[in-house]
Each structure stands twice: as structure tokens, then as C-alpha cells.
């Protein structure tokens, strides 16, 4: 309990797993650029109030570890990072606006998973012993039939 951020109106601990690779898996994220790379990773964070638990800068593709507020979506994530460190990558550096002449940097997709604290049968078995707790509550428990 004493890992959740709060925000106005939310207590929350999300975590991501998230990566995303070059356009061809060029190997073009090091030196200078993996730098800049990750100086505007950290930046784009700060400015979305999003924490960075760890990163890592490959040649090819990159990994965050990220805690992030419950108002923004993974996809809206990935299009914060992916588009601005484009933009200012292709700018700031001659050989990557060459090498990637379709004014891509990034490759389409990117991996996303999830973490917590607690795994799915905990959460299961947290709801289903919610049937009852209160007496004459008229609560209702469900499910749904992944064939619906």
C-alpha cells in the first residue's frame, strides 16, 4: 500500500514494461544519439508526470519500466515518446534524416505488458469473495464467457 501515487482524485500503481525498435533495426541509438535518445525519454516523462523505474538505450530498440498516472493509455505513451524523439532525433542529427529518408525512426508497433504487485488469481479470488460481504447489499457478481 505504501507504493501507490496519488493524484487528485486516484491512488494508483501502474507499471509498464514497454519497448519499442528502429525502423529496420538499424542500429543507430548509440553514442551522441543514444544519449539525446535518452535525455528526451526522461524529459518527455517528467512533463507527463510519468516515473521511470529503469531504461535501457540498445543499438536497435529501447526498454522503459515506467509508472504511470491511470489518465494515460499505453498507446498514448508510446505516441509521446515515439513522436517527439523522432522529430527532435531527425533534426538534431544529419545521418539519421539520411538513413531513414521516409522520416520514420521508429518502427510501427512496440511491446507492452503489465505490472503489479499482485498477480490475476489474487485479484480473482479478491472479487469473488466480495459475494456476500455485505448482507442484503444486492450485489451482484459476473463474469463473461470469452465466447460472447
Known amino acids: 500500500m ?3 501515487r496519488t493524484g487528485s ?3 494508483f500503481d501502474i507499471k509498464y514494461h514497454l519497448v519499442w525498435v528502429t525502423k529496420y533495426r538499424k542500429a543507430i541509438l548509440y553514442g551522441e544519439v543514444g544519449h539525446r535518445l535518452r535525455e528526451l525519454v526522461i524529459e518527455i516523462c517528467k512533463a507527463n508526470e510519468i516515473e521511470i523505474l529503469s531504461g535501457h538505450v540498445a543499438k536497435d530498440h529501447v526498454h522503459v519500466f515506467l509508472l504511470c498516472p491511470p489518465n494515460l493509455s ?4 508510446m505516441q509521446y515518446i515515439k513522436g517527439k524523439t523522432s522529430r527532435k532525433l531527425m ?3 544529419q545521418h539519421i534524416q539520411k538513413a531513414f529518408w521516409g522520416r520514420h525512426l521508429w518502427a510501427r508497433g512496440y511491446f507492452a505488458a503489465s505490472s503489479g504487485n499482485v498477480t490475476d488469481e489474487v485479484i480473482l479470488e479478491y472479487i469473488r469473495l466480495q459475494e456476500g460481504a455485505e448482507p442484503g447489499d444486492g450485489g451482484q457478481s459476473f463474469t463473461v464467457d470469452k465466447g460472447q
Not at 74 to 77: F, G, H, L, R, T
Open 91 to 93: 533534426m538534431e542529427f
Open 74 to 77: 499505453v498507446s498514448k505513451i
Open 9 to 11: 482524485h486516484s491512488r
Open 2 to 4: 505504501e507504493n501507490y
